[in-house]
Every structure is written in structure tokens, then in C-alpha cells.
């Protein structure tokens, strides 16, 4: 199993941004898509999650109204549209995958739900 985050990068604020996750080696069962952040000196943050089942999908408050996550099950991949964003939207993002167990939706927020988890891609809102 493998995730590969890019699309990072450096934008002004109140600009836009995509990140894509590209994902191989996942077989029959589903596997939620989810992205986090982590701010210098800060927790790792959870932002949005998209069900694998039935692409249902999830945000946090600090990004609702502004991102959008998205799939393309042909590519295998799951993107992350980031609008109007702001310098405290600066962090190093990372894609994960969580196992759609039973109820896992109501923990579709907790890191430890995710067992997989690609590399970061840094996005950066400064003027």
C-alpha cells in the first residue's frame, strides 16, 4: 500500500490550491481518504475525509465552505481543493487511509484511525 501526496506550494493568501493523493495497492476493501496538517510547532491537525463505500464526505470546521475533497476512482486518486486560504492554512499536509470498519465514521477525525499514511507536501499562504 502506498500514498503519494503532492500539488503543494507557496500561494498569497485568499488564493487557491489543489492537492492530489495518488493511491496503489489497496485491494477489496474500503478504505477511507483523508487528509491532515501539521503547523510548525503545532498537532497533527485533521481537515477532511472522503468514504471510500459511498463518497460521503467530511470537514473539519476550520475548512468547511473553503475545501472541497474529491475522487477519481479510475486514477486512484483523492484531491483536495483549498480556496480562499489563509497564512494559518500554512502547514505540511498528508494523506492517510482508514479501514471503513463498522461505525468508523464516527471517528473519521482521529489520527489513529488511519493506518496508512503518505508523505507530506508542504503548502505555504504568505504575501
Known amino acids: 500500500v502506498q500514498l503519494q501526496a503532492y500539488g503543494g506550494g507557496l500561494v498569497q493568501p485568499g488564493g487557491s490550491l489543489t492537492l492530489s493523493c495518488a493511491a496503489s495497492?489497496?485491494?477489496?476493501?474500503?478504505?477511507?481518504k483523508g487528509w491532515f496538517r501539521q503547523a510548525p510547532g503545532k498537532g497533527r491537525e485533521w481537515v477532511s475525509c472522503?468514504?471510500?463505500?459511498?463518497?460521503?464526505?467530511y470537514y473539519s470546521d476550520s475548512v468547511k465552505g473553503r475545501f472541497t475533497i474529491s475522487r477519481d476512482n479510475d486514477k486512484n486518486t483523492v484531491y483536495l481543493q483549498m480556496n480562499s486560504l489563509k497564512p494559518e492554512d500554512t502547514a505540511v499536509y498528508y494523506c492517510?487511509?482508514?479501514?471503513?470498519?463498522?461505525?468508523?465514521?464516527?471517528?473519521?477525525?482521529?489520527?489513529?484511525?488511519?493506518?496508512?499514511w503518505g508523505q507530506g507536501t508542504q503548502v505555504t499562504v504568505s504575501s
Open positions: 472522503i468514504a471510500d463505500s459511498d463518497g460521503t464526505t
Open positions: 492517510a487511509a482508514a479501514y471503513e470498519g463498522s461505525s468508523w465514521h464516527r471517528r473519521v477525525s482521529g489520527s489513529s484511525e488511519y493506518e496508512y
Open positions: 495497492g489497496f485491494t477489496s476493501d474500503y478504505y477511507a
